[in-house]
């Protein structure tokens, strides 16, 4: 069995649905992961072959204002998880960020390369990657800018203001890969049924800006939207993010076989299944 821990979550929701019979998701009602006894209590009692964390404090800024609720989640309960996993003899798939990059390499980053987290937020997600391998089994998954059904997301954030604005300003000098939840979730099984172990990066193909991304979305959708430049330092939010920091995924497809589409694709894919789940 694969137990996905945060299964009512945008990426665990995705998972599920793909996994299928060999799945089972837990969310807050049946764990509190930042509790040792309970993380215990539940994997111990389902003894599943794989966990999958799903579970994250992910509000960037909000992490900033409480850094200790980000560490207990992101960083003591992967601790916990990995503890039981240990104990069960599980594999533990943590899912982690490309936000513990400073975004300062000028290149896609690699899976050795060194970390150095600008945020409370990246600095969280970094003591989980650390954590995880108390558990000689697992797969730390780094990926990034990621929207999908089940969420609060950037496409749905610009859909909602292109249907109020004709004039919009999006930020152009943040550089990654937008990805959608459904095909990190195939990359993640890939991954699991490759046997694979260690650290790997999974995001959809290519890169762009915010503000490219916003464009994308408006000329796929067919919104009439002005999208104007501006700077990170301009919109001044409460945590540091990276300014580059698309990730090289090459390792993924030698190891486990999987081919991430482009972002592009991935975006086209998802607004006609949006569009055929709304109607």
Known sequence: MILVVG?????GQDLIALIGDRGHGVDIADID?????????????????????????????????????AMAVNGEGVAYLAMACRETGALLVQV?????????????????????????????????EM????????????????????????VETMLRLGAEKDQLNVVDDQIGSPTWTMDLARAIIALIDGGCRGT????????????????????????????????????????????????ECSKLTVDAGFHPQTWRDALRQYLKLRTSSHS
């Not at 299964?7 to 990426?11: F, I, S």
Request: glycine residues 10%; proline residues 6%.
């Open 131 to 154: 954590n995880a391998a108390i558990c000689p089994e697992h797969v730390i998954v780094r990926t990034q800018w990621l929207y999908g059904l089940h969420g609060n997301n950037f």
């Open 200 to 247: 790997y990066h999974a995001a959809n193909s290519g890169y762009c800006s915010w503000n490219g991304f916003a464009k994308a979305i408006f000329e796929e959708t067919g919104l009439n939207v002005d999208v104007r430049p501006m700077t990170t330092t301009e919109l001044n939010r409460p945590a540091k993010r990276p300014l580059y920091s698309t990730l």
């Open 7 to 11: 299964a009512n979550g945008m990426l």
């Open 33 to 69: 992961i930042a509790s040792l006894e309970s993380v215990m209590k539940v994997i111990g009692g389902l003894k599943p072959e794989v966990v999958v964390n799903c579970a994250a404090y992910t509000d960037v800024d909000g992490c900033e204002s409480n850094p200790e609720t």
């Open 96 to 128: 982690s960020t490309d936000y513990i990059f400073d975004g300062g390499k000028g290149t896609p980053y690699v899976e050795d390369d060194a970390p150095s987290p600008l945020s409370v937020y990246g600095e969280s997600k970094l003591a989980g």
